[in-house]
């Protein structure tokens, strides 16, 4: 079965520093991969996707996230923070050993410092 | 178009009590998707319907739960005689494309309190 590690669970970061959060997948097979956010009182809401070709994504809001299929990682970064970035982060994947359901991880809470 | 719409956002219920949470699918979407999210914990993937049609239940409690995608309504999560370990937030998703192939679209989800 697919499961999904993200390690870090709560960061707290001052503005206009760098975020990276990690995002770990057991199966090696075929994958779509999923970074959601979800801000306070909010519902979840996609920053990117990757299904195939260019492995490093482009998301909204200054997000990017690379797949790097020999680590079976898809870590989310940003260059720098701001404020309104704070929320949960959910990474997510889909995979054909797992009935194509979205499984997610146990989520990151990121707190930006103004 | 508006978007997937959950209700109540927060319901309180004491042990032993039913519990019935309902979700309206973005409109054209015919695949809905039910997730819990447990206190400090990520989401669950608990059942995925179409129409009429469970499609996968299994991450569904095998008592106790049930859920249903009628034809005309929403799709509703019933929770029979429920305990304090079944207070969670609980999520519908739903999307155009079945399987999860494509995007999955949140509602704002239903906070379930059991007292």
């Known amino acids: 079965a697919q499961s999904v590690s993200q390690h870090n669970h709560h960061v707290i970061l001052s503005e206009a520093a760098s975020l990276e959060l990690g995002c770990n997948y057991s199966y090696g097979g075929t994958v779509n991969l999923f970074w959601y956010v979800q801000y306070p009182g909010q519902h979840l809401q996609l920053l990117l996707k990757y299904f195939s070709g260019d492995p490093l994504v482009k998301g909204i809001k200054g997000f990017e996230a690379e797949f790097i299929k020999s680590k079976f990682s898809f870590n989310l970064r940003k260059p720098s923070v701001q404020w309104s970035d704070t929320a949960e982060y959910f990474c997510?994947?889909?995979?054909?050993?797992?009935?194509?359901?979205?499984?997610f991880g146990g989520g990151t809470r990121l707190m930006v410092k103004p | 178009n508006a978007g997937v719409m959950q209700n109540p956002r927060h319901l309180v219920r004491r042990r032993g009590q039913e519990a019935r949470l309902r979700c309206s699918p973005m409109?054209?979407?015919?695949?809905v998707y039910w997730y819990r999210q447990l206190p400090e914990e990520g989401l669950k993937f608990m059942v995925y319907l179409q129409k009429e049609n469970i499609i996968d239940e299994s991450g569904m409690p095998k008592e106790r739960f049930s859920a249903e995608f009628p034809k005309e309504g929403p799709s509703i999560l019933r929770i029979q005689q429920v305990v304090r370990g079944d207070s969670a937030a609980y999520f519908c998703?739903?999307?155009?494309?079945?399987?999860?192939?494509?995007?999955?679209?949140f509602g704002e989800g239903s906070r379930l309190t059991v007292l």
């Open positions: 997510a994947v889909i995979s054909d050993n797992a009935g194509n359901m979205l499984t």
């Open positions: 998703a739903s999307s155009w494309e079945g399987r999860g192939l494509g995007e999955l679209f």
């Open positions: 409109k054209g979407h015919s695949h």
